[in-house]
């Protein structure tokens, strides 16, 4: 039982040898969702191990080429690998006429059914949600539209103290309840508060995602107290004139965000291509936020 | 000066760590042309030290993913690279379609002018050239429409003995109709023959593409006295039914064109991602065809 986010890229528009266009797993308990799907993302995903097919949801937060160019190839793939399970992409409006286009033109057919979402951009609101966590877009400023993701697990079940199962005679049909923070009452009549029956509840987690976006402070109420934060640094302050103009951050805005808003780790990313190396981005953002760590492809951070 | 093809990628639908979705560039006295531009392009331009901004021209086959899905990224970075001369795109028709939409949606413009020439699937017809050489297109027969393409050099201008210059006098004026074959008149009315004044013309070389196709012999008088001819082998023999259902070829299929139209050399590729190795398409092109190489990413073929 896992939470851990892989990133298969965290280039930004002009991708090199190394440095792959935009694209992430996050895998929560089983459940794979992909984030941005930047070209050669199918590749990426083979690199690091990863099923195409387990992933059920595909989230792309703007139509910069960079970020949804590899969708065609790997819904194809997974078609060509015999995929039946539903495909669920949410993206911006248009995302569903480009991808619809190719496959007319292309006359291509698909052996399992493409559903589209179309998000919209304005402020925050769940876009999905299973039982066990839930997806919402985050409002960010960039030079399209374009949204963020923050995902957020629900409160967890709490476990049932074993000794007390036999002690109180629990029977099966109760179970569920108390898992979900009920008292339970004994056959003759006595109530049991919950929390002398279970262990305290395990935490929630949550992970949220923020690129393309310049430094925005409508960020910093939704990342509250969020426990893993990937915010974009395409640049550094030496070049705050270009950050501006292209509506990007630096890594010093990357560590300002997270510290206004009090998340527990930051993950650099989407560096510019100009930058060879990425040791000056957590030299910018360290004395700001300390717990930051340098996003590269193939990194996996593990929530737990 | 000189002819090479360099295979960026010749893998088939579903790509793979090593083996990159089809593209091959041309470079024919520094004038450099992209034969497909399958996902991740891009990045494998990069690896080979090609520089995007020297190819003007690229010759889209057929709609399917795999041939075309990096274009946006070219077209994107070689934008954001700052390119002003203009890019002419050969392909399909809809291929404008699906890059104009995806450009409207992402809100992009671009720094250079963008021309689509639409190509037809109707038997073989020049379509383009510049004072060197011509590119035609070739018909082929697959799943969906789908053309190859042959690259002829024109007849080179011979090379006339330096001893004549200063033996006959022969002014500035008179040299280009020389070297295109012409004879001379001197001042006092005597005609030198060509042929005294001049070596041998040297040879024009070509390269046929052909791909992705199942086994058709309308290509053989097309592709008679070719000097290199890549011609797709997805499967082996064995998998024969496979290679009819899907409308490919083996490499058995490729020998046999190479054979009856008489190239000098056949390059193999496309090769599906179910074999791990090669060397078995080989072997059984071998005896069919004597002088087969092996396509592979990162190959250079030199024609002189």
């Given at each position: 039982v896992k939470f851990e986010v892989t990133i298969l890229g965290c280039g930004s528009a002009t991708p090199t040898i190394t440095r792959k266009p935009t694209a992430q797993v996050v895998n929560v308990r089983e459940h794979y969702f992909l984030f941005d799907c930047g070209e050669g993302t199918q590749v990426e995903l083979r690199r690091n191990n990863?099923?195409?097919?387990?992933?059920n949801q595909k989230f792309i937060?703007?139509?910069?080429?960079?970020?949804?160019?590899?969708l065609l190839g790997v819904i194809s793939s997974i078609h060509l690998l015999g995929r039946t399970t539903p495909l669920q992409v949410f993206g911006p409006p248009g995302l569903e006429d480009i991808v619809l286009l190719q496959l007319k033109l292309s006359h291509s057919y698909l052996s399992y059914a493409l559903e589209f979402v179309a998000l919209e951009f304005d402020g925050s609101q769940i876009i999905y949600e299973n039982e066990q966590l839930s997806i919402s877009r985050l409002p960010l400023k960039h030079s399209v539209p374009c949204n963020g993701f923050l995902l957020r697990e629900k409160p967890k079940q709490k476990n049932i103290l074993k000794e007390k199962l036999t002690a109180y005679q629990i029977p099966i049909a109760a179970i569920s309840s108390i898992k979900d923070g009920g008292d339970f009452t004994t056959e003759d009549g006595r109530t049991i508060p919950n929390k002398e029956l279970t262990k305290e509840r395990a935490k929630s987690y949550s992970y949220a995602f923020c690129s393309d976006?310049?430094?925005?402070?409508?960020?910093i109420p939704l990342l509250?107290?969020?426990?893993?934060l990937y915010h974009?640094?395409?640049?550094?302050e030496a070049m705050r004139d270009r950050a501006k103009a292209t509506k990007h951050s630096t890594a010093k805005d990357a560590a300002e965000i997270a510290s206004k808003a009090g998340v527990k780790q930051l993950v650099l990313g989407h560096y510019s291509?100009?930058?060879?190396?990425?040791?000056e981005f957590l030299e910018e953002a360290l004395p700001i936020f300390e717990n930051t760590i340098l996003g590269h492809e193939g990194k996996v951070i593990r929530l737990y």
């Open positions: 990863i099923k195409f097919q387990r992933i937060r703007h139509l910069h080429g960079d970020h949804f160019s590899g976006t310049a430094y925005t402070e409508h960020l509250k107290d969020v426990d893993v974009e640094s395409t640049f550094l291509a100009r930058y060879k190396t990425t040791e």
